[in-house]
Each structure stands twice: as C-alpha cells, then as structure tokens.
C-alpha cells in the first residue's frame, strides 16, 4: 500500500460520528489517524487498516 503520513484515507466502515474519511498522521506497524468529522484520533494496526481502506485521496 502507498500511503503517505497527510493523505485522506476512504475506509470501508464508519466511524461511530458517522464520517468514513481519515487524515493519516503517522505510518509505522501501527498508523495514527484522525477522523475529519470529530477530530477523534485513533491508532490502528497496518494490517486492519490496509483492508478496510476504500480509497486514497
């Protein structure tokens, strides 16, 4: 996956506020991301993320 620490990730499923997209903070073995609709910041194993993501922007 080309996922870049800014990039505005498309998941599959929701966040609980309601809002699919996500803004990458940081890339590891875990990614950090934010949510752009409640600004709730999450962190999330590499390989959970990389199958829920719908598209890149």
Do not use: Q, W, Y
Request: aromatic fraction near 4%.
């Amino acid at each position: 996956m080309d996922v870049k620490v800014g990039d505005r990730l498309i998941m599959k499923k929701a966040h609980p506020c309601g809002n699919k997209e996500f803004e990458v903070l940081r890339i590891g073995v875990d990614f950090k991301i934010r949510c752009t609709g409640c600004g709730r910041e999450v962190m999330v194993a590499r390989n959970k993320i990389e199958k829920n993501i719908k598209s890149i922007l």
